[in-house]
């Protein structure tokens, strides 16, 4: 064998990693459906004014269907996966966490909270892609944008019903934030 025959059939070994078509549909289904999940939801953020936008949530999706499909594909046992999931909702609560801003003198004003938690979610909807769970994906991060498009219309509309919001006792607005 010469060492071109070599190298050629070392890159066909590298690259057997699928093993029939159906597993490559499956593998490029799961992604696939994780970055549109993703980019609906960070299109709503973009929308928004946001920071962490389409590009942002389409990643932590797709990323997250890989850290679950790999070890999947690999024949993990289900407690192997289960640290796995930990690992990565860990790692995924760190990201969050630099979004998360508290500013003014005392620090009392945090901004960035909605977008940790949406970015938490897409993290969980990409798991839900890369573990064959499409249908609860598409539910939650149908779920996740009504939370993010239409509870604060609902909200801004009790207010306008019940009157202007009320302030605590040190002064401060008691809205949300």
Do not use: N, Y
């Not at 990565?88 to 998360?100: E, K």
């Not at 897409?122 to 994906?137: D, F, P, S, V």
Request: aromatic content about 4%.
């Amino acid at each position: 064998m010469s060492w071109r025959d070599e190298v050629l059939d070392t890159l066909a070994s590298e690259f057997s990693d699928v093993g029939d078509v159906a597993q490559l549909t499956r593998i490029v289904l799961r992604l696939t459906l994780a970055g549109a999940l993703g980019f609906v939801l960070g299109f709503e953020r973009e929308q928004q004014g946001k920071a962490a936008g389409v590009r942002t949530h389409m990643l932590v999706a797709i990323g997250s269907a890989m850290f679950v499909l790999v070890p999947q594909q690999t024949g993990i046992v289900p407690a192997d996966m289960s640290r796995v999931i930990q690992g990565l909702v860990a790692g995924v609560g760190f990201l969050c966490a630099g979004t998360i801003l508290k500013q003014g003198k005392d620090e009392s004003h945090v901004q960035g909270l909605t977008t940790a938690a949406g970015l938490w979610m897409t993290a969980a909807i990409g798991m839900a892609c890369g573990l064959g769970r499409e249908l609860t994906a598409v539910l939650s991060a149908l779920l996740a944008l009504a939370v993010l498009a239409l509870v604060p219309r609902l909200v801004d509309l009790i207010e306008r019903v019940s009157g202007p919001r009320k302030q605590d006792e040190s002064g401060k607005d008691g809205g949300r934030h």
